[in-house]
């Protein structure tokens, strides 16, 4: 169908109907209702097909099996911590050495860069890890969701070694940035490089990092978050430390799968991505830019965490193996609601991409005779609105690198192709379509990261959405205004202009921040 304004009431009714009923299943089974409706034109039977087409069209593709057989085996993963005791075990042993909220968050903030890798992995892990120790500590589980939401896509974006970045380099050359001179060739330089140079551009990065340590570090707490904050009541020894004396694991029983874990993943990479000290072609970096089997090394990095654990509990004898059925159900029922939450955004999100085009719509709406002093921002809002609204970041990285990239082309007609240093707002407009998708991305209630985000931290997504904005909202004010500045300064060098769009970027942000606090204590007091 030709993109209309009806390609945006599915997912508007997603978002308002999960607010007012907090069963975010239901009104995602409602948006696809709708959209497919919108898109057969209230058709009946082509309504049901269309719906059963996409349905099998997503577990037809095998990273969405490897991905949600992932998420199973760390369901019986955590079922398996929790039967042992490996977890609590080791936030007794941590919560003796740290005694503070400040430290407890600092300590999630540290956990969420060194698993920076790839964002499911650092959301899941770090959320499991530390739910027991914020606990203790009296953090709310709502800070922890936004702690380690915002700094899972948003520094896995900045890592050249991690799952996305292999995955844009991609995307920049099926629109036309290659080494290979040819008749689709738009821009002659190599993708990787043209990404690892975007990297100053990416503000809402930097941006929400701030503000996620300032929050932190400051002791910042306003907003939806205030009140979930003040109702954390201290969990007492009797709540933690005496928790179920039954239990016979220690801290090792944590450590073991999760190292297996890790090391399956950190090592898994680059053995798929041909890395010639497993006997492959490819440098360290190669392997990395290579790999195409990020989801299929995940998924078997948790199943041998799986057994390994498992194995690893019954030989110590602090379970029996007439409790691995047990434990095996009961990690799968933990786990299948967040999946099919999983499943429904991902059939939503394929309806609002193929067949209803919303991101067309608002891009061909939003970014028609805008000035060229403005293209940045422009492209940073547009972005971040088709996240939101699709709740996806990589299908907004498709989309807007599609119209970004020919329209750089069109301004420079004359040059084919075009030499980076030639086209002075590209790394500016690139910065903006990954920062505007990862912010859409991050605030979106439909977007599969705010999904498992909650589910880790333990709390629920649309609380989560509502209590994490306006601790986002400094952060995406200040990537604005950098983008202005970046458009303004387009003519001079490449790091003048994105250091002086960062520094402006930041002063706005961390003072918004301290503005909010500030309005906030008044309204407290009054």
């Known amino acids: 169908?030709?993109?209309?304004?009806?390609?945006?009431?599915?997912?508007?009714?997603?978002?308002?109907?999960?607010?007012?009923?907090?069963?975010?299943?239901?009104?995602?089974?409602?948006?696809?209702?709708?959209?497919?409706?919108?898109?057969?034109?209230?058709?009946?039977?082509?309504?049901?097909?269309?719906?059963?087409?996409?349905?099998?069209?997503?577990?037809?593709?095998?990273?969405?099996?490897?991905?949600?057989?992932?998420?199973?085996?760390?369901?019986?993963?955590?079922?398996?911590?929790?039967?042992?005791?490996?977890?609590?075990?080791?936030?007794?042993k941590f919560t003796q050495l740290i005694e503070k909220k400040a430290s407890g968050e600092t300590s999630a903030i540290l956990l969420s860069y060194i698993l920076s890798i790839d964002d499911y992995l650092s959301i899941l892990t770090t959320g499991y890890v530390m739910r027991p120790i914020v606990d203790?500590?009296?953090?709310?589980?709502?800070?922890?969701?936004?702690?380690?939401?915002?700094?899972?896509?948003?520094?896995?974006?900045?890592?050249?070694?991690?799952?996305?970045?292999?995955?844009?380099?991609?995307?920049?050359?099926?629109?036309?940035?290659?080494?290979?001179?040819?008749?689709?060739?738009?821009?002659?330089?190599?993708?990787?490089?043209?990404?690892?140079?975007?990297?100053?551009?990416?503000?809402?990065?930097?941006?929400?990092?701030?503000?996620?340590?300032?929050?932190?570090?400051?002791?910042?707490?306003?907003?939806?978050?205030?009140?979930?904050?003040?109702?954390?009541?201290?969990?007492?020894?009797?709540?933690?430390?005496?928790?179920?004396?039954?239990?016979?694991?220690?801290?090792?029983?944590?450590?073991?799968?999760?190292?297996?874990?890790?090391?399956?993943?950190?090592?898994?990479?680059?053995?798929?991505?041909?890395?010639?000290?497993?006997?492959?072609?490819?440098?360290?970096?190669?392997?990395?830019?290579?790999?195409?089997?990020?989801?299929?090394?995940?998924?078997?990095?948790?199943?041998?965490?799986?057994?390994?654990?498992?194995?690893?509990?019954?030989?110590?004898?602090?379970?029996?193996?007439?409790?691995?059925?047990?434990?095996?159900?009961?990690?799968?029922?933990?786990?299948?609601?967040?999946?099919?939450?999983?499943?429904l955004a991902s059939i939503l999100g394929a309806l609002l991409k193929t067949d209803l085009q919303t991101g067309v719509y608002i891009a061909s709406n939003l970014l028609d005779n805008v000035p060229l002093s403005i293209l940045p921002v422009s492209f940073f809002v547009v972005s971040l609105i088709t996240a939101l609204f699709t709740g996806s970041s990589w299908g907004t990285f498709a989309l807007m690198l599609s119209i970004g990239v020919p329209m750089l082309d069109a301004l420079l007609p004359e040059i084919t192709p075009m030499l980076p240093h030639q086209v002075p707002l590209l790394y500016p407009i690139l910065g903006a379509i990954f920062s505007g998708a990862v912010c859409g991305d991050h605030i979106s209630p439909i977007s599969e990261t705010t999904i498992m985000a909650a589910t880790s931290a333990g709390t629920d997504p649309i609380i989560h959405a509502a209590t994490q904005f306006p601790y986002a909202l400094p952060a995406i004010i200040g990537s604005a205004c950098a983008f202005i500045v970046a458009g303004l300064l387009m003519h001079t060098t490449l790091w003048i202009n994105a250091l002086s769009s960062l520094a402006i970027g930041i002063t706005i942000t961390v003072g918004l921040l301290y503005v909010f606090q500030y309005r906030w204590n008044r309204k407290q007091n009054r």
């Open 1 to 92: 169908m030709t993109p209309s304004w009806l390609s945006l009431l599915p997912p508007l009714l997603v978002i308002i109907s999960a607010f007012i009923t907090r069963k975010l299943n239901l009104s995602l089974m409602c948006g696809i209702a709708v959209g497919a409706i919108i898109a057969t034109k209230g058709a009946l039977m082509p309504t049901i097909t269309l719906i059963g087409t996409r349905t099998l069209d997503i577990f037809r593709q095998p990273d969405n099996i490897y991905l949600y057989l992932f998420l199973f085996a760390l369901g019986i993963l955590i079922s398996l911590l929790n039967r042992t005791g490996g977890a609590i075990a080791f936030a007794r």
């Open 136 to 343: 203790h500590l009296g953090i709310a589980r709502e800070k922890l969701a936004f702690l380690i939401h915002s700094l899972s896509g948003s520094v896995v974006i900045l890592v050249p070694i991690s799952s996305w970045f292999a995955a844009i380099t991609v995307y920049l050359e099926q629109v036309g940035v290659s080494i290979h001179p040819g008749p689709g060739t738009k821009i002659l330089a190599d993708p990787f490089f043209v990404h690892l140079q975007t990297i100053p551009f990416l503000f809402y990065s930097v941006l929400i990092s701030t503000c996620v340590w300032v929050i932190a570090r400051g002791h910042l707490s306003f907003g939806p978050m205030y009140y979930y904050e003040t109702q954390t009541i201290r969990r007492h020894a009797s709540d933690l430390m005496h928790l179920n004396p039954a239990l016979r694991g220690t801290a090792t029983d944590l450590f073991v799968p999760l190292i297996t874990l890790l090391l399956g993943i950190f090592l898994g990479i680059p053995y798929a991505g041909d890395y010639y000290l497993f006997g492959g072609t490819h440098s360290f970096l190669e392997a990395f830019q290579q790999n195409g089997s990020t989801f299929l090394v995940m998924c078997c990095a948790g199943i041998a965490a799986v057994i390994v654990g498992m194995l690893f509990a019954t030989m110590r004898k602090v379970i029996t193996i007439y409790e691995l059925p047990s434990i095996t159900r009961s990690g799968i029922s933990l786990m299948y609601p967040a999946i099919l939450m999983v499943v």
